[in-house]
């Protein structure tokens, strides 16, 4: 639900919102800390669909391929599957925030 808000409000809406209705609930904030904390969360809710797509880009046969060699999705050991998923992702991920806006 937050991304479809997020990426489906224009910026300047979620903005004016924020500077009159955010005191009108009570919230007294400066027009710079609503400000930064729109920003914050729309372009936060474009990144996560950047990374969600870097790690769908990752074949199906290279993540059977670092199970069968040990390394799982799990945090079992501490750690996130740093060889068989990250390298491809950041791969990916890498040139998109330079583009995104």
Do not use: K
Request: aromatic share 12%; charged share 10%; glycine share 10%.
């Amino acid at each position: 639900m937050y991304l479809y808000l997020m990426r489906g409000t224009p910026l300047i809406v979620m903005v004016i919102a924020a500077y009159y209705l955010l005191p009108y609930a009570g919230i007294d904030v400066s027009a710079t800390t609503g400000g930064v904390l729109v920003v914050s969360l729309y372009f936060g809710a474009f990144m996560s669909e950047v990374f969600r797509g870097a790690l769908a880009s990752v074949p199906r046969g290279q993540w059977d391929a670092g199970r069968a060699l040990g390394n799982a999705w799990t945090l079992a050991d501490g750690h996130r599957d740093r060889a068989t998923g990250a390298a491809p992702c950041r791969a990916s991920v890498h040139p998109t925030p330079a583009s995104c806006w």
